[in-house]
Protein backbone atom coordinates (compact mmCIF):
# COMPACT_ATOMS: atom_id res chain seq x y z
CA UNK A 1 0.00 0.00 0.00
CA UNK A 2 1.37 3.52 -0.96
CA UNK A 3 0.76 6.31 1.38
CA UNK A 4 0.98 9.88 1.01
CA UNK A 5 3.22 9.46 -1.86
CA UNK A 6 3.39 12.33 -4.98
CA UNK A 7 2.42 10.03 -7.40
CA UNK A 8 -1.01 8.94 -6.16
CA UNK A 9 -3.30 10.33 -7.97
CA UNK A 10 -6.52 12.23 -6.33
CA UNK A 11 -7.97 14.01 -8.55
CA UNK A 12 -12.02 12.97 -9.34
CA UNK A 13 -12.01 11.57 -5.81
CA UNK A 14 -15.30 12.47 -3.40
CA UNK A 15 -17.00 11.72 -0.25
CA UNK A 16 -18.01 7.92 0.20
CA UNK A 17 -18.00 7.90 4.18
CA UNK A 18 -16.62 8.42 7.41
CA UNK A 19 -14.23 7.36 9.82
CA UNK A 20 -14.11 7.75 13.62
CA UNK A 21 -10.47 7.13 15.04
CA UNK A 22 -8.41 9.78 16.44
CA UNK A 23 -5.23 11.39 15.13
CA UNK A 24 -3.12 9.69 16.99
CA UNK A 25 -4.23 6.19 16.22
CA UNK A 26 -4.52 7.51 12.39
CA UNK A 27 -0.50 8.86 12.54
CA UNK A 28 0.05 5.41 14.30
CA UNK A 29 -0.91 3.47 11.08
CA UNK A 30 -0.72 5.74 8.43
CA UNK A 31 2.40 8.14 9.30
CA UNK A 32 1.91 11.76 9.93
CA UNK A 33 -0.82 13.41 7.28
CA UNK A 34 0.17 15.76 4.52
CA UNK A 35 -0.66 19.13 6.31
CA UNK A 36 -2.02 22.15 4.89
CA UNK A 37 -2.99 26.16 5.62
CA UNK A 38 -6.18 25.97 3.53
CA UNK A 39 -9.51 26.87 4.54
CA UNK A 40 -10.87 23.37 4.33
CA UNK A 41 -8.78 20.71 5.25
CA UNK A 42 -5.64 20.75 7.80
CA UNK A 43 -4.85 17.38 7.28
CA UNK A 44 -5.02 14.59 4.82
CA UNK A 45 -3.76 10.76 4.53
CA UNK A 46 -3.71 9.53 0.56
CA UNK A 47 -3.34 6.08 0.28
CA UNK A 48 -4.26 3.73 -2.66
CA UNK A 49 -3.37 0.18 -3.32
CA UNK A 50 -4.57 -2.09 -6.39
CA UNK A 51 -5.84 0.95 -8.16
CA UNK A 52 -7.73 1.87 -5.21
CA UNK A 53 -7.44 5.50 -3.90
CA UNK A 54 -9.00 6.82 -0.89
CA UNK A 55 -8.16 10.15 1.34
CA UNK A 56 -9.09 10.70 4.71
CA UNK A 57 -9.32 14.25 5.72
CA UNK A 58 -10.83 16.72 8.38
CA UNK A 59 -13.32 18.26 6.26
CA UNK A 60 -14.39 21.85 7.72
CA UNK A 61 -13.10 21.47 11.43
CA UNK A 62 -13.01 25.27 11.80
CA UNK A 63 -11.00 26.69 14.38
CA UNK A 64 -9.77 22.83 15.51
CA UNK A 65 -6.64 21.55 15.27
CA UNK A 66 -6.55 18.08 13.55
CA UNK A 67 -4.97 16.58 16.93
CA UNK A 68 -8.27 17.25 18.64
CA UNK A 69 -10.80 15.65 15.51
CA UNK A 70 -11.80 12.41 16.02
CA UNK A 71 -14.55 11.82 12.80
CA UNK A 72 -12.86 11.95 9.45
CA UNK A 73 -14.43 12.37 5.66
CA UNK A 74 -13.37 9.36 3.32
CA UNK A 75 -12.79 10.08 -0.21
CA UNK A 76 -12.39 8.14 -3.16
CA UNK A 77 -13.63 7.42 -6.66
CA UNK A 78 -15.97 4.95 -5.61
CA UNK A 79 -17.18 2.67 -2.28
CA UNK A 80 -13.94 0.45 -2.96
CA UNK A 81 -12.08 3.77 -0.89
CA UNK A 82 -14.47 2.82 2.66
CA UNK A 83 -12.75 -1.06 2.18
CA UNK A 84 -9.20 0.08 1.70
CA UNK A 85 -9.36 2.58 5.07
CA UNK A 86 -11.15 -0.26 6.75
CA UNK A 87 -7.95 -2.46 6.22
CA UNK A 88 -5.65 0.37 7.28
CA UNK A 89 -7.54 1.96 10.01
CA UNK A 90 -9.48 -0.97 11.16
CA UNK A 91 -12.53 -0.03 12.75
CA UNK A 92 -15.13 2.70 12.93
CA UNK A 93 -16.23 3.17 9.12
CA UNK A 94 -19.58 4.38 7.83
CA UNK A 95 -21.12 4.74 4.53
CA UNK A 96 -22.73 7.72 3.47
CA UNK A 97 -26.63 7.64 3.93
CA UNK A 98 -28.42 5.81 1.26
CA UNK A 99 -29.40 8.09 -1.72
CA UNK A 100 -26.53 10.65 -1.37
CA UNK A 101 -24.48 10.74 -4.15
CA UNK A 102 -22.49 13.26 -5.13
Not at 25 to 53: F, H, M
Request: hydrophobic share 30%; with cysteine; glycine share 12%.
Amino acid sequence: MKINTNDIDIGGTHLQGYVSVNYQKLCKKLGPPIRSNGDKVQATWVLEEGGIVATIYDWKEYGRSPEFVTDWHIGGHDSDALTLVRRAVGSGISRLPSGNSW
